[in-house]
Structure formats: C-alpha cells, structure tokens
C-alpha cells in the first residue's frame, strides 16, 4: 500500500520569498518520489523525482526537493519564489508500478 | 512528437447521455492510465492499462468503461452520465518502469448537466 499527505491546501507567499510545500508517503516498499506542477488550464509537468542515490533532488525552475527517509518525507523547496511560481504542485509516490497522488498544493505568490 | 494528445477539450453532456473521450500517445509507452481531478481532490484514477488488450480498474471506476485495442490509443468511455460525473479528465502514459515519470495530457474538461 501506498499513499501521500500534502499539508495545506494552499501556500501563499511573497515574491522573492522562500517556498516551502510539504509532502509526507508512506509505502510498503523503497518509494519512487515526484514532484509535478500544473499551470492553469494545462496537464501536469514533472518538476523532479528520486529514485535512487542522492537525497537532495534538484529539478526544474530552481526547486530542489530532499528525500528524508527516517521522517517519510519529500518537501519540495525554491529559495526565492518569482510570480510564475504560481501553480498547483502535486507530490506522487510510486511504490507499486501505479503511482498515488497527493491533494496537491496551490502555491500564491503576492508581489 | 505530440506526445499525449486528448480530445475533446470541453464537453457538456445532458445528465443521461454518453460520449467517449479519445486518448492517444505517439511515444509506444505500455502504461495509460485515466484520472480525474476535482477541486481539493487531488488525482483520482479511473483505469488503468499496462499493454494492448490488458485494463484493470483503478480506484474510482464505476460509471466509466475503457479498451485498450491498440498500444497508442486508450479511450474512456462514459455510460449514462451523471452530474458527479462533472470534472477535468487527464490521460497519461508512461514506460513501465516505476522511477519513470508520467506523461500528461492537456485535459478535457466536461460538465453533466
């Protein structure tokens, strides 16, 4: 069984500011794990993944995720958020070959 | 490359009748899958298909039905359409590898009224 919990529903933050969306899963086996955005009226895009190797992710846009084993979790971090930072950031796990999405997280940036 | 192409982008359906949302992939991936997303909701899948001719029920079937004939193409077919039935659909594919992302497509958007 897998599953993932992304606390809040919405972040909202100032331009230049850190971001911070959480992402905790559970799984029953070594997890695969993913970050995507959607931008309004588009599909999802992956922003990064870990599968194996280094804890600390990089990806797209200048985020950065850690895996954390110990604490199951994959928070997606950008130090300085900039205005088209604005989305609807969904964390995944994939455990089995079908992957579990979380509520996903609408990111606010103000300017 | 097109990659995952969906169609129709918008629909509005009367409460009772059927359509069929096309999906299709140019990047020979074996895995498709069906969700729909409602608001707060998150990603909820419908179906699921690992290889031509193999479809297996994800987690909110009912009400939908798919086939999967040929590698490329994976339809959704929706049977007496109910206003729960209300939401944006994404199709996606992937290679069967479970550390491979998923590949989306743009969405279709349909309301039953």
């Known amino acids: 069984a897998q599953s993932v919990t992304q606390l809040g529903s919405h972040v909202s933050v100032s331009e230049g500011a850190l971001v911070l969306l959480r992402c905790n899963y559970s799984?029953?086996?070594?997890?695969?794990l993913f970050w995507y955005v959607q931008y309004p009226n588009q599909g999802l895009q992956l922003l990064l993944k870990?599968?194996?190797?280094?804890?600390l992710v990089k990806g797209i846009n200048g985020f950065e995720a850690e895996f954390k084993k110990s604490e199951t979790s994959f928070h997606l971090t950008k130090p300085s958020a900039h205005m088209s930072d604005a989305a609807e950031y969904f964390c995944?796990?994939?455990?089995?070959?079908?992957?579990?999405f979380g509520r996903g997280t609408s990111l606010i940036v103000h300017p | 490359n097109a990659g995952v192409t969906q169609t129709p982008k918008f629909r509005i359906l009367k409460i009772g009748q059927s359509m069929t949302l096309q999906c299709t992939q140019d990047?020979?991936?074996?895995?498709m899958y069906w969700y729909r997303q409602d608001p707060g909701m998150g990603l909820k899948l419908i179906y699921y298909?690992?290889?031509?001719?193999?479809?297996d029920k994800g987690e909110v079937p009912n009400g939908y039905n798919v086939s999967r004939s040929t590698t490329e193409d994976f339809p959704l077919r929706l049977e007496l359409a109910a206003p729960s039935q209300t939401s944006v659909y994404f199709c996606?594919?992937?290679?069967?590898?479970?550390?491979?992302?998923?590949?989306f497509g743009s969405g279709t958007q349909l309301s039953v009224l």
């Open positions: 996606a594919s992937s290679s069967p590898h479970r550390n491979e992302k998923l590949f």
């Open positions: 799984s029953s086996v070594p997890p695969y």
């Open positions: 870990y599968t194996t190797g280094a804890t």
């Open positions: 995944a796990v994939s455990g089995s070959y079908i992957p579990t």
């Open positions: 990047m020979n991936h074996n895995y």
């Open positions: 298909s690992v290889g031509a001719g193999i479809t």
